[in-house]
């Protein structure tokens, strides 16, 4: 049996189409597949790396670092250092709550920083596999934005705005409460 | 027989389905030692081992152009305003481009065409990037897709006016460049996540280049087949290898399949009589062994005697597939 080049044709130009129109179909699945149970708790910080105060989670409790900045520092510097805020994120409204770090350590919230027990994960992009997506544009990254996934769906979800809405921020995710 | 009974002749076998394109180029290939094409130039370049002085010293002028206009956008860029970096570059290009054609249609200077097509290859995505980056719009995520679909426009544009070999090149390469832009642009947005996606679009790509490669056999685009083999096989070898990944985290069905698949292609090849699907898929089949030999008996036998091993093999299945070659290739031909 031999493959007429013309059937070949067809097929080589059908291939990828097929799969760029299974890309465009898989845009429509609705975000709702990704249910996770449990509300998280995330720090929102206006530089990437908070020097005056920065948070931590050890053996599932909250821990605030907090340094003295010299007093040669320079007015820009201490207003991007801002001390980071924290927020509750409610799952089941969508929706961040902002909450003190004494509420948190009073309410005794116990922190899981690795993935939830009903198999969920937080990232800072869509992942795993983003190698390409360097060179083609496809690299979802947003500054505002955690993503929240499980094995094989992706939910994005942007976070609350509070430095305006050209301002960079950056979350830091520290874990489910549970 | 004289000139016109023999083209009458020619004619009649290719209306009655009895002669293929390929078999007459092949068959004049092969008395003349001269690669058929419908250009005069373009398969001179895309034939490599017969690339002359003056393709080589046309190539390197090109490259020096191409290279002074980038020094020229980059050394005045800030003195320069938005229209002259658009103009400098977009503009160029597009001058390259009605030049290409014009020379086309007139039927003079052929041999200049291509080399000024080309300069278009080259000029034209940075002149597209400099016209995004004024309008602020090369950040956003669309921008490869769209910019690489453009390109892709013109190619098949000037592919479809004159049937040269260096639109369908330089169109299937941004053509696979279009394809990696969208496929991200919309995962990206996608609720789906899947394990290594890059690598499986590199395998469909790959597979849709070998039936491009073997479709091309009976066109005018023949001299292409080999160039559009080799990317095909390099492609899935590299795919599938990349999906079996290494210890710890190595996934047992593509390492196994490999070999399969490698062995199938020198199959495929021997039937096809193409050397290409031999020559790769073999150094795929030694890489492979070295690569199974360090992930599993490096721990159980120490690095020192993998490495005394995999060295015995590698010389024992080189000289096996030389001599399976000669038998089934060289003989062959």
Not at chain 1, 66 to 91: F, G, M, W
Not at chain 2, 72 to 84: A, M, N, R, Y
Not at chain 2, 140 to 151: G, R
Not at chain 2, 168 to 179: E, H, N, S, V
Request: aromatic share 18%.
């Amino acid at each position: 049996m031999k493959l007429h080049p013309k059937i070949a044709l067809w097929a080589a130009f059908l291939l990828p189409v097929c799969i760029v129109l299974l890309a465009i179909i898989s845009v429509f699945v609705p975000q709702s597949v990704v249910r996770p149970q449990h509300d998280f708790l995330y720090a929102l910080s206006s530089n990437s790396y908070p020097i005056s105060v920065s948070y931590r989670v050890e053996q599932g409790v909250l821990v605030r670092d907090q340094y003295q900045l010299p007093e040669s520092a320079d007015t820009t510097l201490k207003e991007s250092n801002a001390e980071p805020r924290l927020y509750i994120y409610r799952v089941a409204s969508g929706e961040s709550i902002p909450v003190a770090y004494e509420d948190v350590q009073k309410n005794g919230f116990f922190l899981n920083p690795g993935i939830s027990p009903d198999g969920y994960e937080v990232a800072y992009n869509r992942g795993p596999d983003n190698f390409f997506g360097l060179f083609f544009g496809g690299y979802d990254y947003d500054s505002r934005a955690l993503f929240i996934q499980s094995r094989f769906f992706s939910k994005k979800i942007v976070l609350t705005r509070t430095t305006g809405s050209y301002g960079y921020e950056y979350p830091q995710f520290l874990g489910w409460l549970q | 027989m004289d000139t016109k009974s023999l083209l009458a002749a020619i004619e009649e076998s290719a209306r009655a389905g009895s002669v293929s394109l390929a078999e007459i180029t092949n068959a004049y290939e092969r008395a003349s030692a001269v690669t058929v094409s419908s250009s005069p130039d373009h398969a001179s370049f895309f034939s490599f081992k017969k690339l002359d002085v003056s393709s080589v010293v046309s190539f390197i002028g090109i490259g020096i152009v191409f290279i002074g206009v980038l020094f020229l956008v980059f050394q005045h860029w800030d003195e320069l305003g938005t229209f002259s970096r658009i103009l400098i570059t977009l503009g160029f290009s597009l001058s390259c481009y009605i030049a290409a054609l014009g020379l086309y249609v007139s039927r003079r200077f052929e041999y200049a065409e291509f080399w000024i097509y080309l300069l278009f290859c080259l000029v034209f995505p940075i002149g597209m990037v400099v016209l995004f980056d004024s309008f602020s719009l090369l950040s956003a995520d669309y921008t490869p897709s769209l910019i690489s679909f453009c390109v892709l426009v013109f190619h098949i544009l000037y592919g479809f006016a004159t049937k040269r070999l260096a639109p369908f090149l330089f169109g299937l390469l941004m053509a696979t460049y279009f394809f990696f832009a969208i496929t991200d642009f919309f995962y990206s947005r996608s609720t789906f996540i899947i394990p290594d996606f890059s690598l499986y679009r590199l395998l469909f790509v790959s597979i849709a280049y070998l039936l491009l490669g073997y479709g091309v056999s009976h066109t005018v685009y023949l001299p292409l087949r080999s160039f559009i083999y080799k990317m095909g096989l390099i492609g899935l070898l590299f795919a599938i290898f990349a999906l079996g990944g290494y210890r710890p985290d190595q996934v047992i069905f593509w390492e196994f399949i490999f070999p399969i698949i490698a062995v199938g292609l020198i199959a495929i090849g021997i039937f096809m009589k193409e050397q290409n699907f031999f020559v790769i898929p073999s150094f795929g089949i030694m890489i492979f062994v070295s690569k199974i030999s360090f992930e599993y008996f490096s721990d159980s036998v120490g690095w020192p005697l993998t490495l005394i091993f995999t060295g015995l093999i590698l010389v024992g299945l080189g000289i096996s597939l030389i001599r399976f070659r000669k038998e089934y290739f060289l003989a062959s031909s």
